[in-house]
């Protein structure tokens, strides 16, 4: 990444944010949302990823870190390179991991063509 500037998340377009998020995505194999969400946000702000050890449940829509990062997931879905599982009953939870096709495009580094941009990303 082009060593982002404090508050990146939220002044990028939201496919420049899923191309830069997207290989945080490739360990663990899957994990909850939420968490997933929570990890990336702490990365952004520290540089850092780890998975934390517990999640504050802020509404996608008060927190903008938090918005942003959800925002950015649905177009990595939409392109294939991850897949969202929803499972449970009267609670749902929300897994999300990645794809072969997500696997590949980071090996072939081609996530830039599959989220529909062309040009080089920001570097702040």
Do not use: H
Request: glycine share 8%; aromatic share 8%.
């Amino acid at each position: 990444m082009n060593n982002p500037q404090p508050g990146w998340l939220t002044t990028w377009p939201v496919a420049e944010v899923a191309a830069a998020i997207l290989p945080l995505f490739s360990y663990p194999a899957s994990q909850k949302e939420a968490s997933a969400i929570a990890s990336i946000i702490s990365w952004s702000k520290t540089g850092e990823y780890k998975k934390p050890l517990g999640f504050r449940d802020k509404s996608r829509f008060e927190d903008p870190d938090t918005r942003a990062i959800a925002e950015a997931i649905r177009p990595l879905e939409r392109a294939g390179l991850i897949m969202r599982d929803v499972n449970g009953g009267d609670v749902c939870w929300v897994d999300v991991g990645m794809t072969r096709l997500g696997r590949d495009a980071l090996a072939t580094n081609s996530v830039r063509r599959y989220l529909g941009l062309r040009d080089a990303p920001p570097t702040a």
